[in-house]
């Protein structure tokens, strides 16, 4: 938000809204943007990218076969209505450029047009616009190495589930969250049985193998919005929000049977693994 207000407020545009590429550099979402009502939205649908199309414009500034793209309300130039990111609105003046992190590594589009006002966007304008992409490269830089790094301090690095500071902070807010509301949670809490006769059998490396695969089974079978954590050595708690406690049973069958069925490899001193 602070990236869009600057670009309108500072610059004069009448909107603008920050495309990122996602993961993998196939498929880029608008993570920040002002819809044609002036408020502020963020879509999860993702466009594809096209490495070797010519006309597809988002593709021609991630993979550099442009170096910006500027639309003005000329004839010669507006031979069909141009769209930029919304259905059935009709935009003449709007520019993108891409937003850089060095070593001609792109990782989004900053678009801006004058919806409604029909202001030409000029050379200086593009100017001022590409000078101001590079600085929001940096931003973001630095923002994600910061949310990286903060993610660090509340994940477990063994199981890659939520350590157990996140876990306390987490259940406390939502205990409070349920007596403010009215609302229900529930809580599971697991652990393995014997699971000391694997480390003292096979090793320890085989125990944070076992360790990783029941990770993942629980996060598999849990919604987006519940919280799984290792909690201890081989303990584990999952926060179920806005599950009353007549529903947790459904849940805690479907994570035994899963664990129960599953077929951990536990690597062995010869190299060879045994289900």
Not at 35 to 48: A, C, D
């Amino acid at each position: 938000k602070l990236i869009i207000d600057s670009v309108c407020k500072g610059m004069g545009f009448k909107r603008a809204g920050v495309f990122l590429v996602e993961p993998g550099g196939r498929k880029m979402r608008l993570a920040m943007g002002i819809n044609q009502f002036g408020r502020y939205e963020r879509h999860q649908k993702k466009r594809p990218l096209y490495h070797l199309t010519k006309q597809h414009r988002f593709s021609q500034l991630v993979f550099g076969k442009k170096k910006y793209l500027l639309t003005n309300n000329y004839p010669k130039r507006m031979p069909s209505k141009m769209k930029l990111w919304e259905k059935n609105i009709l935009v003449l003046n709007h520019a993108l450029v891409p937003i850089h992190l060095g070593h001609g590594q792109v990782i989004g589009i900053l678009a801006v047009d004058n919806l409604g006002v029909h202001r030409p966007i000029t050379r200086s304008d593009l100017f001022v616009l590409q000078n101001y992409a590079t600085q929001v490269g940096l931003a973001l830089q630095s923002a994600k190495a910061h949310e990286h790094i903060l993610d660090l301090t509340v994940t477990d690095t063994l199981t890659g589930l939520r350590n157990r500071r996140f876990f306390d902070q987490a259940l406390d807010m939502e205990i409070k969250r349920c007596q403010r509301y009215g609302h229900s949670c529930s809580l599971v809490m697991a652990d393995l049985d014997h699971f000391k006769r694997i480390n003292d059998h096979h090793g320890h490396d085989a125990g944070d193998e076992v360790l990783r695969h029941v990770a993942n089974l629980l996060r598999d079978n849990v919604r987006s919005v519940d919280i799984v954590a290792r909690i201890g050595g081989e303990e584990f708690a999952i926060l179920l929000p806005e599950t009353p406690p007549n529903n947790v049973s459904v849940v805690t069958k479907r994570i035994l049977r899963q664990v129960r069925e599953a077929k951990l490899p536990i690597p062995t001193t010869n190299g060879r693994n045994k289900k």
